[in-house]
């Protein structure tokens, strides 16, 4: 079978936006976002310069459909092109072992935080002494380390998760923030995404971390979350019943809660975010764009949630509350 690479270049505040919009032609749902990396001083690690084009790749089948879904994506690329500066939509065929690989050579090590190094898992790294190392395998799911979000999460999970603290992580993607906790100490971790294929991604994510004595990885999702399509889809389950409801039910109580999202899933989860939180638990939650700081601190006040603490890096936002 051969499949057909669909790529654009955006700025870094246009990566989230544009990527959810690949999202929702590329097969599953798979994003490949590539910054443009500055080689460290020593060894094989990298970082990203901000200031450069980020290159988003998607795949799609090439079959019939595939010239009328390119078309479609096209024009409505180009609607975000009045907006934001982006380069035309590329186009290239790969035959099925290509595919396979070819998201992998845009991964390198990276460094996040005082002691978190996400490598990639056919990469070879030894760890120092005082490294949190997880080793991913993004696969076709949203989560890999490289976007601010992300980065915003795992530096707070370095603060917050301790030795037995009982973790959630909502909306886990390749699992990245349920290792994160796990490596760190908290526990029992239940990650949970109402994606099938981000919960298979993260379970054997979680397995080859060795983590698996402490992360459960299913699919599921919080109250309201249980009647969402993958919050990348923009189906919010606002008219949502039916088969959405299936998943792992939540019942008890966390102590600390990860919860990577975007603001508008934050807000419709906020009730059963606090709900899920012990008195005097953390609730860490990102994917938030700064015009929608607001609606999310409103949300969370009308829930009682506290927030005690605020981080920024470019338009992106992490809060911590507490209950």
């Not at 097969?27 to 094989?44: H, I, K, L, R």
């Not at 638990?281 to 607001?294: F, H, N, P, R, V």
Request: glycine share 10%.
């Amino acid at each position: 079978m051969s499949w057909l690479e669909l790529s654009v270049q955006v700025d870094t505040e246009s990566v989230e936006s544009v990527s959810e919009l690949l999202a929702r032609y590329g097969y599953n749902g798979g994003v490949v976002a590539e910054p443009a990396w500055t080689p460290g001083d020593e060894g094989p690690e990298f970082t990203y310069d901000p200031t450069r084009p980020v290159t988003l790749r998607t795949y799609i089948p090439l079959d019939a459909q595939a010239e009328d879904v390119r078309q479609r994506l096209e024009q409505a690329l180009w609607h975000f092109g009045q907006i934001r500066p982006m380069s035309p939509l590329q186009a290239r065929t790969l035959e099925e072992e290509d595919w396979a690989n070819a998201w992998k050579q845009h991964y390198s090590i990276l460094r996040v935080g005082e002691r978190t190094v996400v490598v990639p898992s056919w990469l070879e790294y030894e760890p120092q002494p005082d490294d949190v190392a997880i080793f991913l395998d993004p696969g076709m799911a949203f989560g890999t380390g490289l976007h601010p979000t992300t980065q915003l999460c795992l530096r707070l999970l370095e603060r917050y998760a301790r030795p037995g603290l009982r973790t959630l992580d909502i909306g886990t993607g390749s699992g990245i923030l349920a290792i994160a906790a796990a490596r760190l100490g908290a526990g029992p971790v239940l990650a949970l995404d109402n994606d099938p294929v981000a919960a298979q991604v993260a379970a054997e994510n979680v397995e080859a971390n060795h983590v698996g004595q402490i992360v459960t990885a299913a699919t599921g999702s919080l109250g309201a979350g249980q009647h969402m399509g993958h919050w990348l889809s923009g189906d919010f389950g606002e008219q949502g019943t039916g088969d959405r409801g299936q998943g792992t039910e939540v019942e008890a109580q966390f102590a600390l809660i990860a919860a990577n999202l975007i603001a508008k899933v934050l807000v419709i989860l906020a009730s059963d975010l606090a709900a899920a939180l012990i008195p005097g638990g953390y609730l860490i939650s990102s994917g938030i764009i700064d015009t929608k700081e607001a609606d999310v601190a409103e949300a969370f006040a009308a829930v009682g949630l506290r927030q005690v603490e605020r981080h920024a890096e470019g338009e992106w936002l992490a809060l911590v509350h507490t209950r």
